[in-house]
């Protein structure tokens, strides 16, 4: 079975940085394209960065140039590097691994950017 664990939410100031994780179980990390994705109240779940299999990146325009996408493959695991973070940036952050025939999500972590 498949599973996917984010973690390194948390509450954070403006201009605050942030660490998240996403370690996936079993075999099935196999270079297969990965996203964060965030969902904030009120609001529809929205891509923030992803990877391919050849490690090309993408990001969202408003976190372009404050967030960083990585994976390393030993670890089975992504991050998402997050720098001078803004209060619009508060969601839950979701990752999703995207196989041929399905995607995988996580069960989110929250991330609050307030004073």
């Known amino acids: 079975q498949v599973q996917l664990v984010e973690s390194g939410g948390g509450l954070v100031q403006p201009g605050g940085s942030l660490t998240l994780s996403c370690t996936v179980s079993g075999s099935i990390f196999n270079f297969y394209p990965m996203g964060w994705y965030r969902q904030a109240p009120g609001k529809e779940r929205a891509l923030v960065a992803y990877?391919?299999?050849?490690?090309?990146?993408n990001y969202t325009d408003s976190v372009k140039g404050r967030f960083a996408i990585s994976r390393e493959i030993a670890k089975n695991t992504i991050y998402l590097q997050m720098n001078s973070l803004k209060p619009e940036d508060t969601a839950i952050y979701y990752c999703r691994l995207d196989t041929p025939s399905a995607h995988y999500w996580g069960q989110g972590t929250q991330v609050t950017v307030s004073s």
């Open positions: 990877i391919t299999r050849a490690a090309s990146t």
